[in-house]
């Protein structure tokens, strides 16, 4: 889908230009165009970003071929950006998403290409129509709000990421099955995800605000370092979940020691019990004794219940002893 908005220097708001008008909005200088590309092929977008804007063929490139960590290039009239959004994916296995949006912006025009739906895009998107006032204070603001809204939706995923730590701290201790450590790397790995992501973006927006590109007026400036303060923000959060992470991993790592003692403990207790019986059983079990006198005395049922009751009370004397010392 190619959408264009269009904020003349005088009259109304127009939207959905034609490439003959998109020409002429070029033009204007005190005007404002805005075009987004979304999902469309190569193809179709180069033309317009080679031929009608005249970018150069490696920013070209990078926009439509390649995929890039957050960054800013500086080609003199204009800036390139790499800026990111990102999803929680409920759906594949609780999965941090990034998403690529890159930025031409001019003195009087922004240019913004994605190859899926943004919807910090179609926020903006809807308030610049909605009012006008968003697109007359110029493009560098309008990337402020597109930045603005894409660091917004790291908090949600942020918290999602938090609630799911949470909810596998409480499975933990409940019961450590088998998809525990999956969980726990899945986390982990979103979270290292978030973290190259954030890292380099706010250094993109530490640039902005410093005031190192003529394309960015000096009281916008201001804006782009509070998308600055949100990201460092971030970025520490996702620092200490990524501690809490390895905690968990810890911990369950403990709770499968620990249970793995007591089944070992259990079966201890139940070897040593049957111990002296496997040895009394054993000993006089053998062959070696040769009888010289009736064995009538050792064969009756008095016999036999008194053999029993030894047999029966050594696992309790055990059991009182092993007690007394605390090892039960």
């Not at 978030?194 to 960015?216: T, Y």
């Amino acid at each position: 889908m190619i959408r264009s908005l269009y904020r003349p220097s005088k009259g109304a708001l127009q939207t959905d230009l034609s490439i003959e008008a998109i020409a002429t909005a070029r033009q204007d200088s005190a005007g404002l165009l805005w075009i987004d590309l979304c999902g469309e092929p190569a193809s179709m977008c180069e033309p317009i970003l080679r031929d009608e804007f005249n970018f150069h063929p490696l920013a070209v490139d990078d926009a439509l071929a390649e995929s890039h960590h957050p960054k800013v290039d500086d080609w003199g009239s204009y800036l390139y950006l790499v800026l990111h959004g990102v999803v929680f994916d409920n759906a594949a296995d609780q999965r941090v998403r990034t998403l690529e949006l890159d930025v031409f912006l001019g003195r009087s025009y922004v240019i913004t290409h994605h190859s899926e739906p943004i919807a910090a895009v179609e926020r903006v998107w809807a308030l610049c129509q909605r009012d006008e006032r968003h697109v007359r204070r110029g493009p560098d603001h309008l990337l402020y709000l597109l930045a603005d809204e894409l660091v917004a939706d790291y908090m949600p995923v942020v918290e999602q990421l938090d609630s799911a730590l949470d909810h596998l701290e409480d499975e933990l201790f409940d019961h450590a099955g088998k998809t525990v450590p999956e969980q726990i790397f899945q986390l982990k790995r979103g979270l290292l995800r978030l973290r190259r992501v954030i890292a380099p973006q706010r250094e993109v927006l530490n640039k902005l605000a410093r005031g190192d590109f003529p394309v960015i007026r000096d009281d916008d400036r201001v804006f782009f370092r509070d998308v600055y303060d949100h990201l460092v923000r971030l970025y520490d959060i996702t620092e200490s979940l990524r501690d809490m992470v390895g905690g968990v991993l810890d911990t369950h790592l403990s709770v499968v020691n620990n249970r793995m003692n007591d089944v070992m403990k259990t079966l201890t207790i139940i070897t040593t019990f049957f111990m002296p019986l496997s040895f009394l059983t054993g000993f006089f079990g053998m062959n070696y004794f040769q009888p010289v006198t009736p064995l009538d005395a050792w064969t009756d049922k008095p016999s036999f219940v008194v053999t029993l009751l030894i047999m029966l009370s050594l696992p309790a004397i055990m059991a009182a002893w092993m007690h007394r010392r605390r090892w039960l």
